[in-house]
């Protein structure tokens, strides 16, 4: 059960970076072509091109990947702020913090060495 969740989940990601792709790359060629061609003189680009835009301007802006513009100071952050709740919580309201944190996502005991509640 749980192989076919993972499948959907890939599945479903696949899907939605493709349908993003080529939604992204639409929105890029209309607003150009509104655009840039009345305003500037500019060309009129086609689907590709926008892609090429979006693609390029995403490099320019963000860079490369997620690693890029502190995202790793904004983990850091998030994770030493649960980590500073948690250890300003009695032992009963961090255990009730941990269940209630199971209960929402579906995560089960079995074969993790924790006895069931």
């Known amino acids: 059960m749980k192989k076919t969740w993972i499948a959907r989940r890939i599945a479903g990601g696949i899907v939605i970076a493709v349908a993003a792709f080529f ?24 689907f590709w091109q926008a892609v090429g835009i979006v693609v390029l301007s995403h490099i320019l802006l963000r860079g490369w990947g997620p690693w890029h513009r502190g995202y790793h100071w ?44």
């Open 74 to 117: 904004r983990h850091d952050r998030w994770k030493h702020r649960l980590e500073e709740k948690l250890s300003a919580m009695t032992p009963e309201e961090r255990e009730k913090f941990k269940e209630e944190w199971r209960r929402r996502c579906g995560w089960s005991p079995e074969g993790s060495g924790e006895k069931p509640a």
């Open 23 to 46: 939604a992204f790359g639409f929105i890029a060629m209309l607003l150009w072509n509104a655009l840039i061609p009345d305003l500037f003189h500019g060309p009129v680009v086609t």
